[in-house]
């Protein structure tokens, strides 16, 4: 990782590495997450899973457990007063698991006790008979047809096809593979949490939850308890780390029922195991790529199928599917396709959101086959991404103009100009080699290999979803308070709210009030999209508060309003010479303005899979440097350089944080972390066993921000956040393949794949 | 939980309740609890006796580690250039934290066939001791470990200490996980060679029930070869020596590995550390 001395400031507004407000407490570990909150008299909730992939629950018996001292109420699917079942697109997840249960750790009971011991004790004692059936466990069964359903809504969640341009075009060059993703974990580090308090009359409950989408969950929730929403009260907790998995809906039903339930707070948190089994995950994808291409490289056709496992119930997967496959073609120039998508339900366990959303999958497939054209043409991995780089302007293949800025050949150029580290030196340290601390090898084992990834990714969501964001901006008594009901999970929102506030208004003292639903929905801290949306929001805010200081300093001063700009922390009239600090202006004036940032529509897709269904684009190049120990199949990433589409820095510290993370998350999925399935079981629910990169896996990240200001966006930057973590994995596996002269076609790559 | 102030306390304590277990640094024993796997009711603390935390020369050829002395303490000197298979499987352990805490006495209560420091003290013939209220044994790391998390310690004894011999020799450790460091071994070897006797020692973990001592490689080396302080090991000799020493463990599939991968990665590390041991 690189090193980042923070610069003296003089004043934390737009473009400046202001530091988090919480990231001293965040160090010191005097942050309060959600895991930290307590409530007088308050109760602990916990959930029953089922051990089994699938089976018909028989009975339910709840008796002995009900009768331990200690224990207040246990509650079963016969408790939900509501809609019986969840669901972020398709409401289809039972809150708990009625005549079946369809994946391992689906909940099937609750309760609340005095103790978390108890809680234990307890749930133990609730008697389930089972009859296990055989699970669905392969996608491909599913797609023919000869599995019976395993839910009402049967075995496909969605099946996509894209036909564009034509279909018998071939060329000269074919490559194709097969490739597989294995399914990631987003292991967040703030386990899931909650703490319900109920109204003293019982008729409402208020949730401290750590969340992304604090509106989507209220939505969910009021409704399975069945009660007005604005009876159900949302404020985010302290939420360490999200990426996905904070999307859907965990323990907010269950933690709310107990509470009205029991009529006192309940606590209920996860543990790591736990949390596993508690939230969704990356699909599991298989794709088949064939390209077509002329000699000289330039793609012609490419043909495509993929297949999402999404486990057990839809979450997001109609979603995902539909991202990965209309990012079939990458950032390339592309004029004819066949796209077949499936998104399949099973006994696995539920798949969803995690950062690249899709995307990630589809690039591993599509950047593999790039290396195979320029092996067929004779090509550099620089040049054969060159020649076919998207430029602005360019049909995608669902038809949609690409009307975002699209610096796909800068990326790679940028990215190409990184010098590439030192060679490794013959008595170089053995920690630092493939093995690490293991001490496995000495330099003369290594061989070292260079690849290339590039990537496209949506940004905001897609299919003509309106996913606006709210903002209220204050001020009073030269105070700026900003309201939104942005999710913060460690993504810096609540950094950057203030700088915007003091770059548009000339007010140094920013106070972002309690994040909750007392406002309108910001959507989801996800799809890259706060900076943009909620940013967007926020700036719209303040322009409406700055209109006003304006209106009430012209009057005052007779100057059209129009004349007045804000300079620093001052209000000049840009062709008079008045001039006056902001914070003498507004002495005495109270405004509040509320402002809603709506990105352009966009459109579902037809049966062809045509449509401009996305809403904008951000473009990112990496290239890994890698030792191989090809012995061993030990790997260690030596470096990743990086020049990414980013639109304008807001904030170098906080983007640098978010490729550096990114990086690290690409490099897991790559080499390492792997949630193992086997028979619809999750073999390895513990960070024992489900490996996360440490310092010593941690490569060096050179990374250049391309700065070209995005005139859709409201600020001119693009979201950040996701592609950072998507071309980097395939970089990685194609600088193996590149050390060891071997195809690899499946992702996390593993020590027998490299080396038997 | 007694906290025992010297080891005459704890003994007492192991005898006074037939239930009791020790913690040293609790980083197995913990684990174990919170995942409910364990429910003791009355736990010994040994980490305040400080006779357990010592490392002395009983001898001129022995050097004696107490069972408390924590991983981060082996890492470095003086153990270090005296036992450095000893010092590197340490630093293999955990995390800093996990090593400021976890012990000897620990990787040898636990007894799992994945326990870094074990097969070092395979290689060395290490020898443990033992003590209870009542009695005194010393019993060779080869007759301790008996199985997967099985060993012939009794529960009113407590493991007081382990002899390495000092060798004139080179020794070394190689652990293969998944990721750069802290990971729990998918296979790995410790090799002593003794330039005294000519001898080479060889002990494998993660691939069998117990650590493996390759006792049949062993003797084909000192057959097919002479060995002394300043032989080449030929490539073709190390080839050998890692397949035979492959042949020797019984690795198993699981969710880390596969027995393949763990037979060819033992090919390797014996191979690779015997040529380091005469590089
Ligand atoms: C995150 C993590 C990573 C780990 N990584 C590794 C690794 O890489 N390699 C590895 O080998 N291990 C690893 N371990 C396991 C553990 O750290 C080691 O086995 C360590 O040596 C245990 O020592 P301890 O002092 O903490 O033992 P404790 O947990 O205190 O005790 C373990 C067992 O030994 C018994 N015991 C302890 N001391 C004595 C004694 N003096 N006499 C008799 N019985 C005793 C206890 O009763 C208990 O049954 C890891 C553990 C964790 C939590």
Redesign the pocket.
Known sequence: MSTTKVEQRERDILGVSAIRPDGAAKVTGDFSFTSDMNAENMLWGATLRSPHPYARIVSIDTSRALALPGVHCVITADDVPGKPTYGLISSDQPVFARDYVRYMGEPVAALAADHPETCRRALALIDIEYEVLKPLTNAEDAIAGSFPPIHPDGNIIRHQRIVRGDQSATGPIIVEGEYEIGMQDQAFLGLEAALAIPDSHGKGVELHVATQWLHEDLGQISACLDLPPQNVRLILGGVGGAFGAREDISLQVHCCLLALKAGRPIKMQYGREESFFGHVHRHPAKIFMRHYAQSDGRIIKIEARFVFDGGAYTSTSPAVLINGITHTQGPYKCDNATVDGWAIRTNNPPCGAMRGFGVVQACFAHESQMDKIATAAGLSAVDVRLINAMETGDTLITGQAMESIAPVARCIIETDHIPLPAPLAANAHELLLPGGSGLTASASHIVRGVGWGVSMKNLMYSEGFDDFATARCSIKEGVVYLKFATSEVGQGFVTLAPQIARSVLGLDDVVVEPIDTQIGSAGSTSASRQTWMSGGAVDGACRLVREQIFQHVGKQNNIDPLRLVIEGTDIIDQIGTFRIAVREAIDGLSISETFEHHHKPTEELDENGQGNCHTAFAFVAHRAVVDVDPELGLVKVVQIATAQDVGRVLNPLSALGQIEGGIAQGLGLAVMEEIVIQDGKVRNPSF?DYLLPTTLDAPDVVAKMIEEYEPQAPLGAKGIGEPPCISVTPAIVAAIRDAIAKDLHRIPVRPQDICL | MIVAKNLEAALFALREHDDA???????????EINFNHLKPTTMVS?RHIPE?RTITRPDSNTISIG??VP?SQLEIEPVASVLPALAQASR????PQ?RA??????????C?P????LPVMFALDANIHLQSADSQRTVSIHQFMTGVKRNV?RQD????AVDFPIIDGWQGYSKVGVRNA????VASACLVADHESGDVRLALGSVGPTIIRCRETEQWLKDNTSLTRNSVISPDIAREFGARASRECSPIDDHRSTAQYRRHAISILAARLLQKAYA
């Open positions: 024992t | 277990r020790v913690i040293q640094g609790g980083t197995d024993l913990m684990v040994l357990l069972s408390g991983y293999t352990v955990g995390s996990i805490a976890g012990s000897l006495g620990g990787n040898l209560g636990t799992s994945a326990g870094d420091t310690k004894e407590i493991i007081t802290m990971v729990i071994s």
